[in-house]
């Protein structure tokens, strides 16, 4: 999930950093397991971000099929170029 994060921070309506960093998650939950085959869903919504000091949080949830497989929040920082 962090990776999907960073490639959300890619994104140039959310700054468009080449240099992001995974700065910290919070609430993060296992909800079922994952095996080797299944097909993981992952889907981060942006709750949060300031510009200003180069951070974002995100909420990331994984699903397997319909599966809520695991979910959190995470927090991304933008390095500076």
Known sequence: ???VGGIVMLQPEVGGSRENFFAGIDKLRFRKP???G??????MTLIKLQKRFGIA???GKAYVGADLVCEGELLMATGSE
């Open 34 to 36: 994952v095996i080797a």
């Open 57 to 59: 949080k995100m909420e």
């Open 1 to 3: 999930m962090a990776q």
């Open 38 to 43: 299944d097909t993981l869903i992952m889907r």
